[in-house]
């Protein structure tokens, strides 16, 4: 296989990366608002990716890969509302540590991510063709 | 001089051709007598391999359509099967069109 080839390939791997944390993203800002039941109980906890240099032996190149989905363990932020089932004995009820700008940024940070990836596989792409086309 | 840059041409698509079956570059097989069976093989070679390619992007995207497979891995096969037969057409051309050249040669 030719390393225009490879770089598609590898292009391929990190647009699955970047889609896995997007996917990740969006559980974060989904459960943004998941409280716990109980004063005992715990709510949602942030998590985050982090990616790994594998090398793809079959193929012979370098791809990324989810290393693994690991949590935010930073504090929980207290909101007061003593009307919640999961307030303590204050009226504070614990909040899920994820804040929504951060997750937009993360998510704009994938998104532009994966187009840079879109456009490595366009470009080896035109230039294998451009290549083939001086045959014609 | 002109007969020995056609058959570094044979040569070079032979070896192209033989990159496309994946076993990489016979050192043997650089000159030959006879052309046609170069040429033979040549074909053989990188239509088993645009053929290949093919199948395997049919294959993906037949998955991708019940959603097992990935939607990248599909784009990547068949673009990997379309330069893939491009080339193979291109370079059929091209000898096709050296041949015709001979035959059209005044004697």
Do not use: C, W
């Amino acid at each position: 296989m030719d390393d225009l080839s490879k770089a598609s390939l590898v292009a391929v791997s990190g647009m699955k990366a970047q889609s896995e944390r997007i996917r990740v993203v969006s559980e974060n800002i989904a459960n943004a608002e998941s409280l716990p039941s109980t004063p005992d109980e715990l709510p949602y906890r942030r998590k985050q990716v982090t990616f790994r240099n594998v090398l793809d032996k079959a193929n012979g190149a370098n791809v990324v890969k989810l290393n693994k989905i690991d949590v935010d363990r930073s504090e929980f932020p207290k909101k007061y509302d003593p009307q919640h089932p999961g307030a303590d004995a204050n009226g504070y009820v614990l909040a899920p540590n994820v804040n929504p700008l951060v997750e937009l940024m993360d998510m704009r940070e994938a998104q532009r991510s994966y187009e840079a990836n879109l456009n490595v596989i366009g470009v080896s792409k035109s230039m294998l063709t451009h290549t083939v086309d001086m045959l014609k | 001089m002109a007969i020995n840059t056609i058959t570094d041409a044979i040569a070079a698509y032979n070896s192209a051709a033989k990159s496309f079956a994946g076993k990489g570059v016979a050192a043997d097989d650089s000159v030959q007598s006879s052309a046609g069976a170069d040429f033979a093989s040549l074909l053989q070679d990188g239509v088993k391999s645009a053929v290949d390619a093919g199948k395997k992007s049919e294959d993906l995207s037949k998955q991708a359509i019940s959603g097992k497979a990935d939607v990248r891995d599909v784009v990547a096969a068949v673009n990997n099967a379309e330069v893939t037969l491009q080339t193979v057409v291109a370079i059929r051309d091209k000898v096709i069109a050296a041949y015709n050249d001979i035959l059209r040669m005044p004697i």
